[in-house]
């Protein structure tokens, strides 16, 4: 199965990433910002990056999904951003999204087990020309 990195402050989604992704088979490491996160992601080569958008700070989210776009290595990884940004911001983000952020879904928390695995799935299956490398919808 896949190699999935989930990126979170939050243990408990992390946990949750852990024990939901780990029992359809795939193996999970996890990181708590994203300086972590990406030295983990530059190491471990992953078939996925799950990535919350506020950790040390408010925007670290898109600016380590920036950063993995700029690795040559990591640029066609697919990324799924994870946030509860839409109860905590006036900003509203939504699957439309990919249009500025170089990222391939964003799904809210708390996560749902059956759309997130559902999800997880469909990125996985992704071709290298449907990532969304530069912040077009894919």
Known sequence: MAKIICIDDDRDILDTCEVVLEGQGHTVETAV????????????????????????????????????????????????????????????????????????????KPIKPKEFTAKVKELLALKKEQINVEGRKA
């Open 33 to 108: 910002n994203g300086k972590e996160g990406l030295e983990k992601a530059l190491k471990l080569k992953p078939d996925l990056i799950i990535l919350d958008v506020m950790m040390d700070d408010s925007t670290e989210g898109f600016h380590t999904a920036y950063k993995i776009r700029q690795d040559a290595g990591l640029k066609y990884t697919p990324i799924m951003m994870l946030s509860s940004v839409n109860e905590t911001s006036p900003l509203k983000f939504s699957a439309n999204d990919g249009e500025f952020l170089p990222v391939d879904a964003f799904m809210e």
